[in-house]
């Protein structure tokens, strides 16, 4: 970068233009890491915020090791999970652009850079994200995540799933914060989903077409152990956005924990809708305790919609559940009633549930 374009990035009034938020939970492990990927930035005015969220590890003493740096501002909150942590960060935000940062993952020096100069010269764009490069501790790097560039190309993605990963994006403060920062509904998951739904209702969004940050994979990763509340969120996301585009009332105003199954109740689904919720449930059933009940209920449920799945789906996430844990409980003739109609829907995937 030269000392013209440098000189751009300073701000008026000498507040930072961009602001990092990075928000840790017992993150003592890699929270080094991606701190001094933000402290390497090529983008000379910045400020890095940390919001501890209640770590009981060494997250904090990490982040005060490096308070010596006046970029760094470092607060601390009772935990409440990471949508509070990163509203938290986007309110105490000085700069015009927002960017976030996992504190598992790592930024390139150039990332900050990229985006803002992609922000100034698109000002009707929200959000900005890129490709990412997912990698492991044992590994190394394992492949590359691309996602649509424009913004035509990032609306239409928006309808079938999430095309900006949250720690690869940076947004405009003023219009995040007008569309309300992320909602406590979805602090199990989707919480960045929902926002570029409502943000694109209002706003362009779009990617860099190329690789600005490094995803990082391992077991205790929230994408690994929530992975039914995500896709449970992720589909309520949706539900909601097509409502207000619609006219209709937001279901998920006025939610302010978690979202639930049980709340689902107050969307009005089709059935169309709620057939794409079964798999998601049948999962978070399965992490509860054994309910003969609940597993014939949604299994019938799931029955009743079956012309609005594919039969493979049908049977792997909704059917297969429901008779090993038939069979793993000891009602064998359970077992055998819904393997009887899961072998007529789909013979190969019923097999499978034999093999597991």
């Not at 937001?250 to 709620?274: C, N, V």
């Not at 399965?286 to 079956?306: C, I, N, P, Q, T």
Request: charged share 25%; with cysteine; hydrophobic share 40%.
């Amino acid at each position: 970068m030269d000392g013209s374009s440098g000189e751009e990035l300073h701000s008026r009034m000498g507040q930072p233009q961009v602001s990092v938020v990075i928000p840790v939970w017992n993150g003592e492990r890699h929270l080094k890491q991606a701190i001094e990927s933000i402290l390497a930035q090529d983008c000379l005015n910045f400020e890095l915020i940390i919001i501890d969220d209640g770590s009981t590890d060494g997250s904090e003493r990490i982040a005060a090791s490096f308070s010596h740096d006046k970029r760094m501002i470092i607060r601390t909150q009772e935990n409440a999970g990471v949508v509070s942590a990163r509203n938290y960060g986007l309110q105490l935000a000085k700069g015009e652009f927002v960017a976030f940062l996992d504190a598992d993952d790592i930024a390139k020096p150039d990332r900050l850079s990229k985006q803002v100069a992609y922000l100034q010269a698109n000002p009707q764009v929200a959000a900005v994200g890129s490709h990412i490069t997912y990698f492991s501790d044992k590994d190394g790097e394992l492949r590359t995540q691309e996602f649509p560039s424009n913004p035509d190309q990032v609306a239409k993605a928006l309808e079938n799933g999430n095309p900006l990963a949250q720690p690869a994006v940076m947004l405009r403060k003023s219009m995040a914060m007008a569309a309300g920062g992320y909602r406590a509904a979805f602090q199990l998951g989707a919480e960045d989903y929902d926002l570029w739904l409502r943000l694109s209702e209002q706003h362009p969004l779009a990617n860099l077409p190329e690789v600005l940050t490094f995803y990082r994979i391992h077991p205790d990763s929230l994408t690994h152990r929530l992975r039914h509340e995500q896709t449970l969120g992720a589909l309520a996301a949706m539900c909601a956005h097509r409502r207000r585009t619609s006219g209709r009332p937001d279901p998920i105003d006025g939610l302010r924990g978690p979202l639930t199954a049980a709340d689902l109740m107050i969307f009005g689904l089709s059935e169309k809708e709620e057939a794409a919720f079964m798999p998601s449930l049948m999962g978070l059933q399965a992490k509860e305790s054994f309910d003969s009940d609940k597993y014939v209920g949604l299994a019938s449920r799931a029955w009743e919609l079956r012309k609005h799945m594919n039969r493979g789906r049908l049977v792997r996430h909704c059917l297969a559940p429901a008779i090993s844990a038939f069979r793993k409980n000891g009602e064998h003739t359970k077992a055998i009633q819904w393997f009887a109609r899961a072998f007529l829907t789909e013979p190969l995937s019923a097999c499978w549930t034999l093999m597991r």
